[in-house]
């Protein structure tokens, strides 16, 4: 059976690209083969037209032009015999993801850009779209995925050092600390990620917390880098403790033992 635009039923279609590759359709996985998929990924992640010769460089950068458009007629082919609304709109030489289609990466980088560029997080539904785990397709290694993997990456990880800061100002500590958390999971020797904790811990009040961690950071770039925490994050802890003895009690917080 084939769908139209005008079914209204394209906005139950969702492309997953965080963590793993999947189409959904009312709550039922869609089976594409490798080509289909990459296609799909590729264009979703444009969010834009793009022509179908760039489309076909990109894909399948080793062909030969005329088989690399062979190839791309075949797998839009495939795509149009899916059941389920349409996934791609073709328009002459250029082609899209409908739409329609929501793509949960896209709503990441949207939130990410929000917070950074407004300084606005939202709700708690926010929050948890910005601290869901899972890189841009991890095992996909194409040259247009890995620079795509690495800017949403960066992007989300200041985001999420942006929003703790955010919801620390509006003594919504938990959440803030959620928010830095998620930041040191996804990069552990991200100095800037780890000092956001430690910023909520001390905001809280939490000393003991905020050392424990300031400790735990110390120890993973010492094992992995063979280096010592910046200035910055050694100072963090100067309120704590008369001028005199600051810097014996920076260099006891950093033991682990």
């Known amino acids: 059976m084939g769908w139209t635009v005008s079914d209204g039923r394209a906005t139950g279609l969702r492309v997953t ?18 080509c289909t998929q990459r296609l799909t990924a590729f264009l979703a992640l444009r969010n834009c037209w793009v022509r179908r010769a760039v489309t076909a460089v990109a ?53 990410a850009r929000r917070v950074l560029d407004h300084a606005s997080l939202g709700d708690r539904a926010a929050l948890e779209t910005l ?3 899972g890189d841009l397709l991890p095992e996909w290694f194409d040259e247009w995925v890995v620079l795509d ?34 930041a040191v999971q996804a990069e552990p020797l991200r100095e800037s990620a780890a000092r956001a904790l430690v910023k909520v811990h001390l905001a809280e009040g939490n000393w003991g917390l905020a050392i424990t961690r300031y400790r735990a950071y110390c120890q993973v770039i010492r094992q992995e880098l063979g280096l010592d925490p910046s200035p910055q994050m050694r100072t963090l802890f100067d309120h704590l403790w008369p001028p005199a003895e600051r810097p014996l009690a920076a260099l006891a917080a950093a033991r682990a033992g």
């Open 17 to 34: 690209l965080l963590g793993e590759f999947a189409v959904t359709w009312e709550s039922s996985r869609l089976k594409l083969d490798r």
């Open 59 to 111: 894909l399948w950068p080793d062909a030969d032009p005329d088989q690399g458009r062979a190839a791309l007629r075949s797998a839009l082919a495939r795509l149009r015999r899916v059941d389920a609304p349409p996934l791609l709109e073709e328009a002459r030489d250029l082609i899209r993801l409908h739409p329609a289609v929501a793509v949960d990466a896209r709503e990441v980088f949207q939130l």
């Open 131 to 133: 601290c869901a785990r």
């Open 149 to 182: 993997r690495e800017q949403l990456r960066e992007l989300r990880l200041h985001a999420l050092e942006m929003a703790s800061t955010l919801l620390t100002a509006q003594g919504r500590m938990a959440e803030a600390a959620q928010a830095a958390l998620a």
